[in-house]
């Protein structure tokens, strides 16, 4: 019924146009003008029952929402605490709440477990993290899973750490580019076995110095460099060769 109704409404509406250039015939006004009172009657009456159907036939519950609810946290700052709770000195413990559950958070949390970092779940999104106490020798096997932040950020810090590091992932981010790291880390120290997938390796002890970055790719990048560089003896510079363009995750780091 209301799709007739609606049928009807659109009908009248559509010779609507060609009525009202008939009233302006002079010739015809008269007749015209009764024409027009008709059809805008029936219009109205169309609208009338259209209106009065969808209302009748239409359920309109009322409820106010309350309650509590958890929003997941940022992954984006879950990463940078867990990095920075490891680099916060050794043997000293610092406690992150909220953290939401996710593998690329795990991958991170394991990373720096490889470099020596220590952790416990309490529970509830809390864990406590003891900064690195050493991971002994060795190869280091940095297992990234699918975590490009993972990847990004902590190969400066094991750099930094002079550790030797076999990085590995899956899915897509074996194709994840870190031109950027092979090219400048590569002037400070490091040696990368890397044939543009995984797994790679990262040896060498990184150097103070000067690091030019374009603005205008990840700033994962930056954000590595900036947790990895105050490890080192002497002063560093992250110059940007080109506009920064995700200036808030770089904001976030800082």
């Not at 609208?47 to 009322?62: A, C, E, G, M």
């Not at 490891?86 to 000293?92: E, P």
């Not at 593998?103 to 020596?116: E, H, P, R």
Request: net charge neutral; with cysteine.
């Amino acid at each position: 019924k209301a799709i007739e109704l609606e049928k009807s409404f659109l009908r009248v509406c559509s010779i609507l146009p060609g009525v009202k250039a008939v009233y302006k015939m002079e010739e015809k006004q008269e007749q015209d003008i009764t024409d027009l009172k008709e059809i805008m009657d029936h219009l109205g009456e169309c609208k009338r029952s259209l209106d009065n159907y969808v209302h009748s036939n239409t359920k309109q519950p009322f409820s106010v929402l309350r309650g509590k609810l958890d929003i997941p946290s940022s992954k984006s700052c879950a990463h940078r605490a867990v990095i920075c709770a490891a680099l916060a000195g050794d043997g000293k413990t610092s406690v992150i709440s909220g953290i939401s559950g996710s593998k690329d958070i795990d991958a991170t949390i394991g990373a720096m477990q490889a470099l020596g970092m220590k952790w416990t779940d309490e529970g509830n999104g809390t864990v406590s993290i003891t900064g690195l106490c050493g991971s002994g020798g060795g190869k280091k096997i940095i297992d990234c899973n699918e975590s490009g932040s993972t990847l990004r950020f902590v190969i400066p810090v094991a750099a930094a750490l002079g550790c030797e590091a076999e990085f590995i992932g899956r899915g897509r981010l074996p194709q994840r580019p870190i031109d950027i790291y092979v090219r400048e880390l590569g002037k400070n120290g490091v040696h990368f076995e890397y044939n543009n997938t995984m797994p790679f390796t990262v040896s060498g002890q990184l150097k103070s110095g000067t690091y030019e970055v374009e603005g205008n790719v990840s700033s994962q990048f930056i954000t590595g460099l900036l947790f990895a560089l105050p490890l080192l003896k002497g002063d560093s510079e992250i110059v940007l060769t080109s506009k920064l363009e995700s200036r808030p995750y770089v904001d976030i780091t800082i």
